[in-house]
């Protein structure tokens, strides 16, 4: 079956401009997850979705970042006013119900975002 | 607050070597822990996890056992292949917290034939 697909793989902007990140997580799964990992970092957490609300955005870094996911499948993360310090590869991952007791997080391949 | 600390790499072994590579945490309560395991070019996959105290996580040959005493999360592999190059992330995920994880920086691991 599908797995945690993330558009676009690739992504260069300028400082200053506005993206946005898009996460179609595995079928059926209620939560979803965003981390940002820098070179040579291990994932940081950003936000968690159960179903449509953000139960948790507390790894968010500032107000420029913003996510959403209005029907309670696809995640958009939007970033506004970029800046260099934001380029990272942002990971999505979704899990069945995301509050079980070792629940499994799949993750997607990732979004490479490069601010000049 | 909680936390994942890892052995630096990169960690270069001989094929057929043992592998240990060391994970401790910090956490309140009693996390879930997990190993995810990072193969050049592909995304992030899960490699074994164990949920609670004296556990043992395994697969592919990786094992891994919940210490609570310890709080550690210690990866091992008996004989390494070339094909097990990759980078390791331990992480665990705490009570109550809706299952986001908290990773180590990560290990990496290059196995020479």
């Known amino acids: 079956g599908a797995g945690v697909s993330q558009t676009p793989s690739n992504k260069v902007t300028e400082k200053g401009k506005y993206v946005e990140l898009r996460c179609d997580p595995i079928?059926?799964?209620?939560?979803l997850y965003w981390y940002r990992q820098s070179l040579g970092q291990g994932p940081e957490f950003l936000i968690y979705?159960?179903?449509?609300?953000?139960?948790?955005d507390s790894g968010l870094p500032n107000d420029r970042f913003f996510a959403v996911r209005p029907e309670g499948s696809v995640s958009t993360l939007k970033i506004q006013r970029t800046e260099r310090g934001d380029s990272a590869v942002y990971l999505c991952a979704s899990s069945l119900v995301g509050q079980g007791v070792g629940d499994t997080q799949y993750f997607g391949p990732g979004t490479r975002l490069t601010v000049l | 607050g909680n936390s994942v600390t890892q052995m630096e790499g990169p960690v270069t072994l001989s094929e057929e070597a043992f592998l240990t590579i060391n994970c401790t945490y910090t956490?309140?309560?009693?996390?879930?822990l997990f190993w995810y395991v990072q193969y050049p070019g592909e995304g992030l996959q899960l490699l074994l996890k164990?949920?609670?105290?004296?556990d043992k996580g395994s697969n592919k040959g990786f094992e891994a056992t919940y210490r609570k005493e310890t709080t550690s999360f210690h990866l091992e592999k008996g004989s390494v292949q070339v094909s097990d190059s990759a980078v390791y992330f331990c992480a665990l995920s705490a009570d109550n917290q809706g299952g986001k994880l908290i990773f180590g920086q990560g290990t990496e691991l290059s196995v020479k034939p």
């Open positions: 979705f159960q179903g449509t609300g953000a139960a948790d």
């Open positions: 164990a949920t609670k105290a004296d």
């Open positions: 079928s059926g799964h209620t939560a």
């Open positions: 956490a309140t309560g009693y996390p879930s």
